[in-house]
Nanobody, 121 residues
Framework: QVQLVESGGGLVQAGGSLKLSCTAS?????MGWFRQAPGKEREFVAA????????YYANSVKGRCTISRDNAKNTVYLQMTSLKPEDTAVYYC?????????????????WGQGTQVTVSS
């Protein structure tokens, strides 16, 4: 069993930055971030393999977000910069052995509780 706890969300102005953290207990798995805006499906944002050598990003955040992990702390980070109002969503930490290949929410076994990110214009 894997438990995920996120932190770091909040309110920021457009163009600002936020750093999300997700601490995991249990197995070391590929981890990532998804987000869900009101009335929309949960979508992939970024993922990182267990060693941290491979990273993956949605086109919508590529160049603005950086995912990293510290396995000594069992923690994954998502550094977000140049934030836009359309980045407003609940951000969910995710972990699954298939995340590197299947970056869709229906393939994810483990989820965090979510953290709200709001970007004001």
């Amino acid at each position: 069993q894997v438990q995920l706890v996120e932190s770091g969300g909040g309110l920021v102005q457009a163009g600002g930055s936020l750093k999300l953290s997700c601490t995991a207990s249990g197995r070391t798995l590929p981890m990532g971030w998804f987000r869900q805006a009101p009335g929309k499906e949960r979508e992939f944002v970024a993922a990182i393999n267990w060693s941290g050598n491979n990273t993956y990003y949605a086109n919508s955040v590529k160049g603005r977000c950086t995912i990293s992990r510290d396995n000594a702390k069992n923690t994954v980070y998502l550094q977000m910069t140049s934030l836009k109002p359309e980045d407003t969503a609940v951000y969910y930490c995710a972990a699954d052995s298939r995340l590197e290949v299947y970056r869709r929410s229906r393939f994810i076994n483990y989820w965090g509780q979510g953290t709200q990110v709001t970007v004001s214009s």
